[in-house]
């Protein structure tokens, strides 16, 4: 999606808007206005000049029609061939009484004409300085109309800044503010006239802002007390079941089933402290790094007996260390799902991992997933046809791989197996 352009440019292209279509009003107005002063003028100016050579020819019927640069006259008597003077052009013979636009020799006139005691008079004005002028009016008109639009968009760029500077005061208020602290804006609350919009905007934001702080301070002592309590009985439960696998007496049964409690309690506290990282702000540092091939060799190890009960043989290719910039915390949650889920669908297979300082690759030989299961495996909750989980495994890796910025790709083909790859590079 386009970026959208800022309030204040908005503001000054409207502004511009604005008074392009005033000024082209304006320009129209004055145009046509203009148009007609001059037409009039030339009629009451041609009707003038008739009106005295008429009444001229009535005192002295020798007496010549008008002659100037811009004004030629013309009169004959009726059923006459000529004219004292010049000839009538042809195209002015038939022309009726009144006020005409005529062209001759490519010049353009306005004629007036009018008939006397059966005589017909012509005076012409010729229209080309005329016109001349109308387009350097026009060409004035035009150069205004754009200046009135400049002079509206820089008037509209500077009102709109002095306008909504308390707005983008706000604005950076609210994003510089620290999370744990939300911002105070009595600077902006009283630099704003009571009861304007700005006051009630700040207003709102503040009311905002203090009911966040709290609803953060509540998910704070939720997650903590969570956490505490938690942390407690599993700690009880991890201490019981290695107790228990010490004790001599336990057949094999009963040493895979205190196993299998030592796995959960394990995935149980490592799947706390991810979710306890998750839960951070997006741009809170993760600085810690670990070890991930003693991770990944640990997990393989946890779920080597699991494995080895459906038939399925784990491997692991990893160099002695891989040192990744990310809380052991996360890289345990992130290889024990996909390990995890790689053994619960693999009957009599192979599952190998492969890590190195830039990717951690996961493949199994076991049933694989269809192309609709596929498109939705990292949803939330979206457990696909032999799932038995509650579907949020892959989900955490996927939410493990943004927080981090990895980029995570799955492969899939039914019966053939499944690669998940994850990419440390682009982090």
Sequence with gaps: MARRRSLRLRVAMAFAGLGAALSLLLSLGIWFATLDVSQRLMDQTLTAELEDYMARRARNPNSLPPAAASLRGYSMASGSSGSIGDDLPPPLRTLPAGQHEIELDGIPYRAAVAEQDGSRYVILFDEVRQKRRQQRFLGYLVAGAVLMTLL??????????????????????????DPESPPRLPAIVAAAAPGDEIDELAHAFERYLARLAAFVERERSFAADASHELRTPLAVIRGAAEVLAEDPGLDAAQRERVARIERAAEEMAQLIAALLLLAREDYAPLDETCDATRLAAACIERYRTLAASRGTTLKLDAPATVELKVPPALFAIVIANLVHNAVAHTRDGVIAVALDPASLTVRDSGSGIGDEALARVFERHYRGPESV????????VKRVCDRLGWQVALRSDLEKGTTVTLDFTTS
Excluded: S
């Design 152 to 177: 509206a968009a820089v008037g509209g760029l500077w009102l709109a800044g002095r306008v909504i500077a308390p707005v983008t005061e706000l604005a950076r208020a609210v994003t510089d503010a």
């Design 389 to 396: 989980g509650a579907g949020i495994g892959l989900f955490l």
